[in-house]
């Protein structure tokens, strides 16, 4: 038995069911035509965590925290502020009320994954510093991928336009829709990359860094 819980294994059986929510995913856009919306970044992270943790691979977990840190916290913050106001700050949520709840279980990878991504590379001692170039990647290729191939009225990760729940928190930004297509989606892109990305990947890498070395454990 104590073979069997072992490290790797738990890490494997994390990864199959986190395999088995992405299917289930798929097949519930596949019931509701809405399939565009597995290109969103927190279904790509998703597949990605899941591949991570059955190759117990350090780099794709880094990937996929990195991808949804920022956008499943505000998400997390919204949704328990509905919960308790019953009127979310920033809209990401107000969709949640008619949801089913075999659908709002559906949508539960917006609140573990960070704690579990965080826990799992915590346990590893270590967080990837190039995360964020295959997370990027990940995001330019969702991005233009979105803008050739997905209909506008999806915008998926803003591809189109920039989201109106962004401008709302970030007025600023707002400009940007009014940039050639072309020179939108690399805009839209190189910002994400270095303002989100990168920055998030260096906090935590030194986070998880500066922890170590004072415990002497850090893994290179």
């Known amino acids: 038995m104590k073979k069997f819980i072992s490290e790797k294994n738990i890490f494997i059986c994390i990864g199959i069911l986190l395999l088995i929510h992405w299917i289930l995913l798929v097949i519930d856009r596949i019931i509701y035509n809405i399939l565009p919306n597995l290109f969103w970044v927190s279904h790509l992270a998703l597949i990605a965590a899941a591949v991570g943790f059955i190759l117990r691979s350090n780099f794709l977990l880094s990937v996929s925290l990195i991808l949804v840190l920022l956008i499943h916290g505000l998400w997390i913050y919204d949704y328990i502020t509905l919960l308790i106001t019953g009127n979310p700050p920033l809209n990401f949520v107000p969709y949640m009320v008619k949801l089913s709840i075999y659908r709002k279980i559906l949508t539960t990878h917006h609140i573990y994954l960070i704690p579990l991504l965080f826990i799992s590379l915590w346990k590893q001692k270590k967080i990837s510093k190039?995360?964020?170039?295959?997370?990027?990647?990940?995001?330019?290729?969702?991005?233009?991928?979105?803008?050739?191939?997905?209909?506008?009225?999806?915008?998926?990760?803003?591809?189109?336009?920039?989201?109106?729940?962004?401008?709302?928190?970030?007025?600023?930004?707002?400009?940007?829709?009014?940039?050639?297509?072309?020179?939108y989606l690399f805009s839209l892109n190189i910002i994400t990359d270095i303002v989100i990305f990168l920055s998030l990947n260096i906090i935590i890498y030194y986070i998880f860094k500066l922890y170590w070395i004072k415990h002497r454990v850090v893994k290179k």
Do not use: K, Q
Not at 150 to 163: Q, S, V
């Open 130 to 183: 190039y995360g964020w170039l295959f997370a990027s990647a990940l995001f330019a290729f969702s991005t233009f991928f979105s803008y050739f191939f997905l209909p506008r009225d999806y915008n998926i990760n803003c591809a189109h336009f920039i989201c109106p729940i962004i401008v709302d928190m970030l007025p600023f930004l707002g400009f940007l829709t009014s940039l050639h297509p072309i020179a």
